[in-house]
């Protein structure tokens, strides 16, 4: 039992960490460097796009080609960002996104050169894998004035809080419906089984006499022992 | 239509966690009950028939109760929360 439980924890745990990372929303503080939209081939990645009704469009071949909006940035420290702008659905991830055109319209407005950075805050979720092209959703973009402002995530870091909340109120709940109600009757269980035992032992003398006898008529009758 | 599907997934979720913390603060209130008449008969300590009836007259009203009723609450929580999202994300 505790090997299927071991094995259990090895593997839902960072399944359920990549869960978390994924849905989660970052802050990144980035210089807007273009805004465009492109044509997209969407395969194999759909689970990582936005839901299909969202944004119309699918042919035969099971692949949709979609326009899809991009925001290329920059970090302070060279590395770059390319986010897409897509709506979300209402089913998941829950964002509730519905601004995407507005949203480019503010990233156009912060476009900037390196000499004159105009910093931006991001907020996104999602990652960035290249090989399977798939891109983190930009939730918003703000202005902030330098690239010192914390990137701490209070959303993100309330919904952790709210599932550690959740996991110990279901621990605590499966002990306390354990030691309350499962562990008295199993132990209430217990002691009719070995009462029920005890008896059958006890009784069966008494039981088994009439069979005995019976069974005792097959030997021969009692004789005076040879002198 | 997908928002149809998600309210309804919302709703099931709320039922399930509305029983489960319904049926725990129950086992709350029955807990400490025991424990009263633990203290107020410690020499009957062993009586399990008369602490049970002792516990169900006490909890007869406890569906009623303010406290079994702020439950209710988890149906509201996730609207409010679906509500605040949205306009916060789409400001």
């Known amino acids: ?227 | 239509m997908q928002f149809v599907r998600m309210i309804m997934a919302l709703l099931v979720i709320e039922t399930i966690f509305y029983l489960m913390i319904s049926v725990y603060i129950r086992s709350l209130r029955t807990e400490a009950l025991e424990k009263e008449w633990m203290r107020r008969h410690p020499e009957r300590a062993g009586d399990r028939p008369a602490m049970q009836k002792f516990v169900e007259h006490s909890m007869a009203g406890f569906r009623k109760t303010l406290k079994a009723r702020l439950v209710g609450i988890v149906f509201v929580i996730p609207t409010l929360i679906v509500v605040g999202i949205v306009i916060a994300v789409n400001g």
């Open chain 1, 1 to 227: 039992m505790k090997y299927i439980r071991t094995a259990l924890f090895i593997i839902l745990l960072p399944a359920l960490f990549l869960f978390v990372d994924y849905v989660l929303p970052k802050n990144e503080i980035v210089r807007v460097n273009d805004t465009y939209s492109r044509i997209t081939d969407i395969g194999m990645n759909a689970m990582f796009y936005a839901q299909e009704d969202v944004v119309a469009g699918a042919d035969a071949a099971g692949q949709t080609r979609r326009d899809i909006r991009f925001i290329s940035a920059v970090t302070p420290e060279g590395n770059v960002r390319v986010y897409r702008n897509e709506d979300t659905g209402w089913v998941y991830p829950p964002y509730f996104k519905y601004d995407s055109a507005n949203l480019q319209a503010e990233a156009a407005a912060l476009v900037s050169n390196e000499d004159t950075p105009k910093w931006a805050m991001t907020t996104s979720y999602g990652w960035r894998i290249a090989w399977l092209s798939i891109y983190p959703n930009a939730v918003s973009v703000k202005r902030v004035e330098s690239t010192d402002v914390s990137t701490i995530n209070v959303v993100g870091l309330a919904v952790l809080l709210f599932m550690f909340w959740t996991v110990q109120f279901l621990n605590r709940g499966y002990h306390r419906l354990m030691r309350r109600s499962v562990d008295p009757t199993l132990a209430d269980l217990d002691a009719r089984a070995d009462a029920f035992r005890a008896g059958v032992v006890a009784g069966a003398e008494e039981r088994t006499r009439g069979t005995r006898q019976w069974l005792g008529t097959w030997k021969g009758k009692p004789r005076p022992p040879k002198t």
